[in-house]
Structures are given as structure tokens and as C-alpha cells.
């Protein structure tokens, strides 16, 4: 890992100090890099107290370090698995929506 990806990493924990479900302070041990993105990095914190876990997507632009988070139930190995998935298309929705209008008729 070189040296402005170390420096993204240690920016992220600045940004992100602690555990938004219960407060406690995360440790670089709880973080888990899981892709490098453009200018910057999407990183995956389960907090050791609450086994909550949250993903974020920090970059750093000429500006300075932009980051953004969400808290989810997913594990790692289901971000990796639905990060490289295909894009959901129209065509799906409405196979779903067939699906679901069809079962709802079989039911009534």
C-alpha cells in the first residue's frame, strides 16, 4: 500500500471516529479495505461493541477529504457480492412486478 492510500485510510478514521449505534471509538483493526475507487477508497467498520457495521466511500478531491456513510446489515463478503453484481434493469422491476401481481391474483 503506498503512501497516499495510508493517508486516505488514516483520513477516513478521522472522519468516522466512532460507532454512530453506540458511540464506542473504532480501532484500524475493525476496518477492512475493500476496493480502491477513484481517489479514494470504500471501506467496511463493524464496531467490536455492537456488531454493527457500516460502509463508506471516502475520496479525496483537490479540495480536501469527502466521505460518505451508511449503516447496513450486510457482511463483507455481501457488499463484494452485490458491489459487483449487475445493474438492476428496467426489464427486472417489471419481471418482479409480474411476479408479484400474478401470485397476488393466484391468492384471491
Known amino acids: 500500500m503506498n ?9 477516513s478514521l478521522k472522519l468516522i471516529k466512532h460507532c454512530p449505534v453506540c458511540a464506542n471509538k473504532y480501532e ?3 476496518l477492512r479495505v475493500l476496493d480502491w475507487v477513484d481517489n479514494g477508497v ?5 464496531c467490536k461493541y455492537c456488531q454493527s457495521s457500516l460502509l463508506a466511500q471516502i475520496s ?8 460518505s456513510a451508511m449503516l ?4 463483507v463478503s455481501e457488499v463484494i457480492k452485490f ?12 419481471e418482479v412486478y409480474e411476479k ?3 401470485s397476488k ?3 384471491s
Open 105 to 107: 391474483t393466484m391468492s
Open 83 to 94: 458491489r459487483n453484481a449487475n445493474a438492476i434493469t428496467v426489464d427486472d422491476v417489471l
Open 42 to 46: 470504500l471501506i467496511y467498520f463493524m
Open 3 to 11: 503512501q497516499k492510500n495510508k493517508e486516505i485510510i488514516q483520513h
Open 60 to 67: 479525496e478531491m483537490p479540495f480536501g477529504v469527502v466521505g
Open 28 to 30: 484500524d483493526s475493525q
Open 100 to 102: 408479484l401481481e400474478g
Open 72 to 75: 447496513t446489515d450486510l457482511s
